[in-house]
């Protein structure tokens, strides 16, 4: 996704736009909280190795990390294994 689009949208866009994505592989909502959660009180320093070209935007950094964390969940992995990958 292009920097511009998502600095564009309301967080509440980007929110429905992730729990679709989770919802239509049979996660839940409270699963995507919980990546949320866990997400805003993570030390990002720690996920660089899932992020494959170097961001310089601190934000759009965190924007890949979450859209990242989503894809884990929506493909079904295990919470528990998600929030062990950092």
Do not use: N
Request: hydrophobic share 40%; charged share 35%; proline share 5%.
């Amino acid at each position: 996704m292009e920097p511009e689009k998502i600095f564009a949208m309301p967080v509440t866009g980007v929110y429905q736009a992730y729990l679709k994505k989770v919802e239509r592989k049979g996660g839940s909502e409270a699963d995507l909280i919980k990546v949320i959660c866990w997400l805003t009180g993570f030390d990002t320093k720690t996920l660089k190795k899932h992020v494959k070209e170097e961001i310089q935007d601190p934000l759009m950094l965190k924007i890949r990390y979450m859209d990242k964390l989503v894809d884990e969940l929506a493909k079904g992995r295990p919470m528990e294994k998600i929030l062990k990958s950092g």
